[in-house]
Structure formats: C-alpha cells, structure tokens
C-alpha cells in the first residue's frame, strides 16, 4: 500500500474548494432519500449505461457522497501541490463535518459509519471508461473503510481516525482524466433533488447562456422516483425560491412564454407545450468571458481630445433578459401594448451599447419612452 497520508498533511477543502467528478455529477449513481432503497437504479441512453446495485444496507445515498467530496478534494489539493496522489487517505470526522457544516454530535458520527457501510456495500456497472480504462465487472465507491476510535471512561467510543481508500475507477477518472468540477459551499444546504439540479446545471451549462432540457428526460437525469406530475411540481417550487447556488431554474410550457422566446432566438428548434415541457438553467449573473471593451468618444467640437478609454462593456443578447415578473408588471402598467413586440424593439435598440447593470429596470424606462413617443389611438 501506498503510504499513508493524514489531514495535518493535506489542505482541507474548507480552505479551497470542494470538488467533484464530472462524470460523478452527471449521471444518477445515488439513491435521492435518506430511507434504505433497496431497489437498484438503473440507466441507460445512446452512450451511457449505469446499474447500481444495493447492499443490505441500501444502495448509497447523496449524502453519503459529501465523503467522495470530501477525499476527491484532498486528492486535487496533492495533484495542485504537484505531489503524487495518494489512493488512500485518513482524516478525522470533526474535519469532515466542518467542511460540510454538518454538527459534532455522536449521531453525526453514526452517520458517516452508516454512509461508508452503504458506500464499500454498493456496487456499481457502467460502461464509462475513466482514464482510458473501462470494467466490466462491478465495483464499490471505496474498497476500504475503516473508523478508529478509543472509549471514554464510560464507555462510549471516541471516533479518532477515518480511513479510506478510493476505488480505482474513480481514482484513475480524477488523477487522468481530471474532469472536476468546483462546488459552491452552499451545494451541503441543499435538499437531494436540489443537489442533483445544482450538478446538472454546474455540469451542462458552462459558459453558455442557458441550458435547456425535457422534463422527463431530466427526471431520468436527477433519478427521481416520483411521478412526473410530483417531479414538476417540485421543479416548480425551486422555480418559486431560486435555491441553487450560482443559476436559476425555470420550467417552460408555455410556447409563448419569454423562456420558449429565449430558446427559439437561440436557435433551437425545440417545441415547447404542455405535453413537452423544457427546463431552463441560467447562470446567475456570472461575468461573461472576453466581453468587448471599447473605446467612448467625447462629443466632436473645437475642444476634442484624444479618446477617453472607459471600461465600457457592451450588451450582448445574455445582459438583455428581462424576469417574468417585470413582463407581467409591463403588461398591467402598458394596457394595450404588445409588451414582447417592445422588448424585441429594446433589445434591437440595447444591443452593443453599455450593458446595463439592471435589466428589467431599463426595460421599464424604454417602455415609459416608448408609451409616450408612441401613444394608442383612442
């Protein structure tokens, strides 16, 4: 065995950040409730096949993935200091919990021999290969778990030492293929369907504008067990309260809605309806990459100098979305207008001047202009 490694010799990721597996991320290999599911998951589309099969303790839940978190962040903390990683690694629970906030109570410390019994018990079958290499046998997220502890005068154990060595797919997916993934801090708050939509939006949406998928293929997706009704639902209240960290979601069935425009002028041909609903992720905010800086004349005269360089950017299609709310606000402000019709007039009108720091608030003035320049006959 390699040599073994303890948490005074690594970074905890509480200092950096949290990472994940790409591959980890995008495909449902955890089970989304705390209760035993003992019925395995399964998946399957044009290239991709998973079965994961549960031991008698159930098949490994998304909590008990905050502990492959956890070692895969140890893991890209050596391969940053340019050290050789290590397949095995020791930490103490009390590290662990802070780092995903979870309390030091001795349930908490039952909880983590719980996950690592479900996370060495369940057996996994796919046909993605990890550093070049696929299996096709089943394996276990950890082929060693191990908990040290020593007892108190009353005989209670003490939890001194965790120990685990990683299975070798998912060692040779992070130490070759070194697809990881970054977590937002706030990812341990979020309830398992809220989890599953963070990843996938953290995994497909990169530096596009959006993302958009079916429905039901994102509940294949999550690997929610509910019914599509149930599933839509919960979509619809994550709608309501925006938890993820770093995007938005929105559920689209409407062909007229502002989200069926936006995928439409994107130029997907997607048909959007009650029967096939489209999901949209959208980064919140996020600095846009290699956004153009130009330069901004003063007004030409006698007295004209040389150009002032200003750090102006210039809006581009993604810096001129306006929310739902303030549409449906234009539209009880401007009766009689066809507020779509003015937002496209707005967008042709913003588009490659400042981009401007609140949206709705400036589709709301050129509306006001444009009302007035523009008055209904009576």
Not at 188 to 199: A, H, K
């Amino acid at each position: 065995m390699s040599q073994q490694l303890s948490l005074v010799d690594l970074d905890s990721p509480l200092h950096g950040h949290v990472k994940g597996e790409r591959s980890v991320m995008a495909f449902p290999f955890f089970a989304l409730s705390k209760g035993r599911r003992m019925q395995p998951i399964t998946y399957a589309d044009e290239y991709v096949s998973i079965e994961v099969r549960p031991s008698q303790t159930g098949v490994a839940t998304i909590y008990d993935k905050e502990i492959l978190l956890y070692i895969a962040s140890l893991l890209v903390s050596q391969m940053k200091r340019c050290e050789t990683p290590s397949q095995e690694y020791s930490f103490t629970a009390h590290d662990f919990l802070r780092v995903i906030g979870g309390n030091r109570s001795a349930r908490s410390y039952q909880r983590i021999n719980g996950a690592l019994e479900r996370l060495q018990g369940t057996q996994i079958k796919t046909n993605i290969e990890a550093g070049g290499e696929g299996e096709d046998g089943f394996f276990s997220w950890v082929s060693e778990a191990k908990m040290s502890y020593t007892k108190n005068a009353d005989g209670t154990k003490r939890l001194n030492k965790v120990k685990v060595r990683l299975c070798d797919w998912l060692y040779r997916a992070i130490i070759k293929d070194q697809k990881i993934l970054t977590y937002d801090s706030n990812y341990f708050q979020l309830s398992p369907i809220e989890r599953r939509l963070y990843e996938l939006a953290r995994v497909h949406c990169g530096q596009q504008r959006f993302f958009h998928i079916g429905l039901t293929k994102l509940q294949t997706k999550v690997g929610s067990e509910d019914r599509t009704a149930k599933f839509k639902a919960a979509l619809r209240d994550v709608q309501g309260r925006q938890p993820l960290p770093e995007y938005d979601l929105f559920v689209v069935d409407d062909p007229e809605s502002d989200g069926a425009r936006m995928i439409r002028s994107a130029g997907f041909g997607t048909l959007v309806s009650k029967r096939n609903p489209m999901v949209i992720f959208k980064p919140k905010g996020r600095a846009k990459a290699g956004r153009q800086r130009v330069d901004v004349l003063p007004p030409a005269g006698p007295e004209t100098h040389a150009p002032v360089s200003a750090a102006m950017i210039t809006a581009e299609p993604a810096d001129l979305e306006v929310s739902s709310h303030i549409l449906e606000k234009a539209g009880h402000l401007f009766p009689g207008y066809d507020k779509y019709a003015v937002l496209d007039e707005w967008r042709r009108w913003a588009l490659g001047k400042e981009a401007p720091r609140r949206p709705d608030a400036a589709f709301l003035a050129f509306f006001t202009t444009y009302a007035k320049r523009n008055p209904l006959p009576n």
